[in-house]
């Protein structure tokens, strides 16, 4: 496979950010960093949210729809085309001895995060759907990929990336629909 980007070495902002970062231990934040990181809990956030979206957004079941278009775009761009182009290797497989990484260390590459990804999709269709919200929306974006470098699955600019492939994603996805008001 040709790959068309490859990150050798971490940059000196990702060592010293994950040093910051990574350091679990204390039971009730290692609680919370491993919900946020929680595919279960991250779709049962997403299927709250897409149902508030349905009943509540002027957009109503569009924006539902948007919202999960969105995650899969974001999480199929992500994993299938982008992470096996860079292939970059997780921080906890890079140096495990060094780096804490309490819920196993994950499998394939790191960058860009897809959590990181997905979440930030999910958020620029929730923010457009219900504006009034969208603090809501990027709390749990940032929590999530803090959750990441927390937990030693990724590095600060895999986490980075995601969150700016995600809401390019997100964006396309609400700008596409409104093509439709263009006739």
């Known amino acids: 496979m040709l790959r068309f980007f490859a990150l ?9 950010l994950l040093s910051l970062f990574n350091h679990p231990g204390t039971p009730w934040l290692d609680g919370v960093m491993a919900a946020a990181s929680n595919n279960g809990v991250l779709l ?3 299927a709250l949210a897409a149902i508030y979206l349905w009943l509540k957004s002027p957009h109503r079941a569009l924006a539902a729809v948007l ?11 992500t ?5 096996p182009q860079v ?3 997780r921080p906890c497989k890079v140096d495990p001895g ?7 260390c994950g499998a394939g590459q790191s960058f860009p995060s897809a959590h990181a990804s997905n979440t930030a999709a999910a958020a620029a269709v929730f923010s457009w759907g219900a504006p009034r919200l ?16 927390y937990l030693g699955v990724h590095w600060p600019t895999d986490v ?3 969150w700016a492939l995600g809401a390019a994603v997100g964006a396309i996805v609400v700008a596409l629909s409104r093509l439709r008001y263009l006739r």
């Open 160 to 162: 980075i990336a995601g």
């Open 98 to 104: 060094h780096v804490a990484h309490p819920l196993g």
């Open 8 to 16: 050798a070495a971490p940059p000196d902002v990702d060592v010293q």
């Open 87 to 89: 292939d970059r290797a």
């Open 67 to 77: 919202m999960a278009v969105a995650i899969a775009a974001a999480d199929l761009i």
């Open 44 to 46: 049962a956030v997403a």
């Open 79 to 83: 994993v299938r085309l982008v992470k």
């Open 134 to 149: 969208s603090a809501l929306g990027i709390a749990v974006v940032l929590l999530v990929g803090i959750s990441r470098v």
